[in-house]
């Protein structure tokens, strides 16, 4: 089984700013812009509402909700009308799709959903980001691959998958498709969970970026992710001058790329990794 941290969500190049953290401790990750996709930002719904004033406003950019959505990875089922069938799914092409291929991602495997949030308030009937609060790296949702469609001619998606923003406009020969199953299948497991979804509230132990750091990609993350002697390091990951244990020996410190979608991990190379996906609350 390996682990992919997928960034997805806004960011300072992709839509222009953090994503947002509500005041009952709920996050959403704003779909990225896309002019190719037939969804708009005024058909995509949160708690039943729409969210292109709420992207307007956090953007400052009044026309920002009639742009295309990247509705992409898109896990939560109430975020958009769906045909009988739909299970969450998530597309990837170009060289983030030829990074995740050499990875050998495929069933079994779990994407685990990162991106940059900020705290939010409401002031004068708008949501702003909270004055003085800072950005920070934290994970929000995941899914579970059970299949991979590659998007070929040859190769057609079925009908609820047809709104994809995939399957419209110009994308790269690898591009593809990674659809969950029903369940989550995580060895020690207790609980029943999707194979799929958003967290419902962020908590400390979502949180990547280290407390207190000056840059967002100052992360900290259970010793288990330390690279060892003789075993592949996270990828994108690979200079040692990256990683840093720290003293109490619970933690380590990475210096993330800044750059770069899918970072994977072989878990059957890092158990203790393993350990923490089973982490009561990390994935609800």
């Known amino acids: 089984m390996k682990l992919i941290?997928?960034?997805?969500?806004?960011?300072?190049?992709?839509?222009g700013c953090p994503n947002p953290v509500f005041p009952d401790g709920s996050c959403?990750?704003?779909?990225?812009?896309?002019?190719?996709s037939p969804i708009r930002y005024s058909q995509v719904r949160r708690h039943g509402e729409s969210i292109g004033s709420l992207v307007?406003?956090?953007?400052?950019?009044?026309?920002?909700?009639?742009?295309?959505?990247?509705?992409?990875?898109?896990?939560?089922?109430?975020?958009?009308?769906?045909?009988?069938?739909?299970?969450?799914?998530l597309g990837q092409h170009s060289s983030?799709?030829?990074?995740?291929?050499?990875?050998?991602?495929?069933?079994?495997?779990?994407?685990?959903?990162?991106?940059?949030?900020?705290?939010?308030?409401?002031y004068r009937r708008r949501w702003r980001f909270v004055p003085g609060s800072r950005p920070f790296h934290a994970v929000w949702g995941w899914l579970q691959v059970a299949d991979v469609w590659p998007l070929g001619d040859a190769s057609p998606a079925p009908d609820w998958a047809r709104y994809h923003p995939h399957l419209h406009g110009e994308r790269s020969a690898q591009n593809s498709l990674y659809v969950s199953g029903d369940r989550l299948q995580i060895p020690g497991l207790r609980g029943d969970l999707p194979a799929a979804g958003a967290v419902g509230a962020l908590s400390d132990q979502h949180r990547l970026t280290a407390p207190g750091a000056a840059k967002v990609t100052d992360w900290r993350l259970p010793a288990g992710f330390m690279p060892q002697p003789g075993k592949s390091p996270l990828s994108y990951h690979h200079n040692p001058e990256r990683w840093r244990l720290e003293d109490s020996g619970e933690y380590c410190r990475l210096k993330c790329?800044?750059?770069?979608?899918?970072?994977?991990?072989?878990?059957e190379q890092y158990p203790g990794v393993s350990e923490w996906l089973l982490t009561p609350g990390l994935l609800s």
């Open 257 to 267: 790329a800044a750059r770069g979608q899918e970072f994977v991990l072989d878990l």
């Open 5 to 15: 941290l997928s960034r997805k969500g806004f960011d300072s190049s992709a839509g």
């Open 56 to 89: 307007s406003q956090l953007t400052g950019q009044q026309a920002f909700s009639r742009r295309g959505a990247h509705l992409d990875p898109d896990v939560i089922e109430s975020a958009y009308p769906r045909l009988p069938g739909w299970r969450p799914v």
């Open 28 to 36: 959403l990750a704003l779909p990225i812009p896309d002019d190719q």
């Open 96 to 122: 983030a799709q030829a990074h995740l291929a050499n990875h050998d991602i495929g069933p079994g495997d779990l994407f685990l959903f990162f991106a940059l949030f900020r705290p939010v308030e409401r």
